[in-house]
């Protein structure tokens, strides 16, 4: 028999983050997007829900056993408040599931730090050259006697500005194409590190940046996981990550669909509230019918993962079809809106433009298409 529902445990912690969402989140979410500084105030709050150890070795803190559920329903409930914020328990569970991987002192020393919300650790896989086609990564790892030397640059970095390390993905010396490749361990203030800011059209708190790394001494316990399977270990775990982002996008569209019902409710024109129009109302329904359909999409990505069943492909289209879904209802709110949907007053247009990120973060719309193709036509079909 088929169920929709979620289970009590998920439910209970999905109406606790509703509240704080609503109550918390939502009222400064215009603010701190606005801002470059990264809430850590917030984020520390978001610790002590439990919020950002969904998947985590309980030892450290986290919730134990991975629960790719659970942390869809947190994603998508916290966006309805502030979908930046929103985005960490994913960004969190991406990174800290490969720290797992490392050392005792490196598990010790960063995995509480980061579940607590006292501190932020970057991944950073894009370069100038390579965005898309990760693997052509060109950050080279040196070996030396107590670990390697580090250099290349790496852009386009989520929370690079306020991140006390980054996950750097370099490879062995004439290596080439994902072959060769291993996840490092890199402190931001070591030297040889230089942080640049990128600012975006969204997204400001999340400390958008470039890492730029000249001969940056990595030591032998800062490889994370084995050595040259660095890139196969990563896009497992984008599997996880996708489904939860999708998700995130929605929370932020439903927050301004419901903005606009009760804005359509409100304002008159013609001497009628402008909802007994069907140019307002029909939009309205058609957005919350996307909106439900790429919700349910999502959730069926993440509960196959949970099931153990294959799921990448489903991961992609929860990638790409829910964040414009999210950004077309987010636009039709506007619209709802009048003028004032436009206005930097109101939340909408902030909330479009950090959803905007999701159509090219974690990877593009034609990336997850190919993904999606190549399993319909077979691997051989599609040209890379
Ligand atoms: C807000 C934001 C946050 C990010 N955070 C991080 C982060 O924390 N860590 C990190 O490592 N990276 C991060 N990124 C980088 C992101 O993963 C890359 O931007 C993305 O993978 C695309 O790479 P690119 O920008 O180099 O574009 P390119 O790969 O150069 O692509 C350019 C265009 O060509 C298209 N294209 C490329 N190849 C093909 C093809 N074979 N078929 C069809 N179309 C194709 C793309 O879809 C795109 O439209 C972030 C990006 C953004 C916008």
Request: aromatic content about 8%; overall charge negative.
């Amino acid at each position: 028999m088929v169920s929709f529902a979620f289970d009590e445990e998920h439910e209970e912690f999905r109406a606790t983050l509703a509240d704080f969402a609503r109550k918390e989140l939502l009222p400064n979410y215009r603010e701190r997007a606005a801002s470059t500084e990264f809430p850590f105030e917030v984020f520390r709050k978001l610790g002590e829900l439990g919020v950002l150890g969904i998947g985590l070795p309980e030892e450290y803190g986290g919730t134990g056993d991975e629960d790719p559920v659970l942390l869809g329903l947190a994603t998508e409930t916290l966006a309805y408040g502030d979908v930046n914020l929103a985005s960490a328990p994913v960004q969190i569970g991406l990174i800290a599931s490969q720290l797992v991987h490392g050392t005792k002192e490196v598990r010790e020393r960063y995995l509480p730090a980061m579940i607590e919300g006292r501190e932020t650790v970057a991944i950073a896989l894009t370069e100038p050259g390579s965005g898309s086609d990760a693997s052509a990564l060109a950050t080279v790892a040196r070996p030396i006697d107590d670990g390697w030397l580090l250099s290349g640059e790496k852009t386009a970095i989520t929370w690079a500005c306020n991140a006390s390390a980054a996950l750097v993905y370099a490879r062995e010396p004439g290596s080439s194409r994902s072959k060769g490749v291993s996840c490092f361990l890199v402190s931001l203030d070591a030297p040889g590190v230089t942080v640049s800011p990128m600012p975006g059209m969204g997204c400001l708190p999340l400390g958008w940046g470039s890492i730029h790394m000249d001969e940056v001494h990595v030591p032998t316990e800062h490889l994370i996981g084995e050595l040259g399977r660095g890139f196969h270990t990563v896009m497992d775990h984008f599997d996880f990550s996708r489904a939860a982002l999708g998700l995130m996008c929605l929370g932020a569209a439903r927050a301004s669909l419901d903005e606009a019902a009760t804005y359509a409710n409100q304002r008159e024109t013609f001497g009628r509230p402008i909802g007994e129009y069907q140019g307002v109302s029909f939009p309205l329904a058609e957005h919350a019918t996307y909106l439900e359909a790429a919700r349910w999409l999502c959730y069926r990505a993440l509960w196959l993962r949970a099931e153990g069943k294959p799921h990448t492909s489903l991961a992609s289209m929860s990638k790409w079809w829910p964040p414009v879904v999210a950004k077309d209802a987010i636009e039709a709110a506007m619209k709802i809106h009048g003028n004032l949907g436009y206005s930097a007053e109101f939340p909408l247009q902030q909330r479009f433009r950090d959803v905007m990120a999701y159509l090219v973060a974690d990877g593009t719309s034609e990336i997850q298409k190919r993904i999606i193709s190549r399993e319909i036509l077979g691997r051989e079909s599609v040209a890379f």
